[in-house]
Nanobody
Framework: QVQLVESGGGLVQAGGSLRLSCAAS????????MGWFRQAPGKEREFVAG???????AYADSVKGRFSISRDNTKKSVYLQMNSLKPEDTEIYYC?????????????????WGQGTQVTVSS
């Protein structure tokens, strides 16, 4: 099991940037699939980006070209750089991890979750 703590959320104007960080403790971080999801009130938690064991990445179509996921295995951390933010990106963002090394985009298949951080983009 890995414990995850997010940071870096906040309020930004449309077109601006934010960088989210997620620090992990416990587990062998380099073996883990790490991901970012987001959720708006009353909606399903949706996949944003994933970083797989071995170096591959994946993105939701809605953020491709604007968001970038990266990880530093020595610091046991994963990051989400968000550029060209839009008001529709306003949601709670969650860090997720799973020891399987790769996970599908459905949130129910991921084992470990952070507490979430609010991102608000004003128009």
């Amino acid at each position: 099991q890995v414990q995850l703590v997010e940071s870096g959320g906040g309020l930004v104007q449309a077109g601006g940037s934010l960088r989210l960080s997620c620090a992990a403790s416990g587990g062998t971080f380099s073996n883990y699939a790490m991901g970012w999801f987001r959720q708006a009130p009353g909606k399903e938690r949706e996949f944003v980006a994933g970083s797989w064991r071995g170096g591959g990445t994946a993105y939701a179509d809605s953020v491709k070209g604007r968001f970038s996921i990266s990880r530093d295995n020595t610091k046991k951390s994963v990051y989400l750089q968000m550029n060209s933010l839009k008001p529709e990106d306003t949601e709670i963002y969650y860090c997720a991890g799973d020891s399987a090394g790769w996970r599908p985009r459905t949130s129910q298949t991921w084992s470990n979750w952070g507490q979430g951080t609010q991102v608000t983009v004003s128009s």
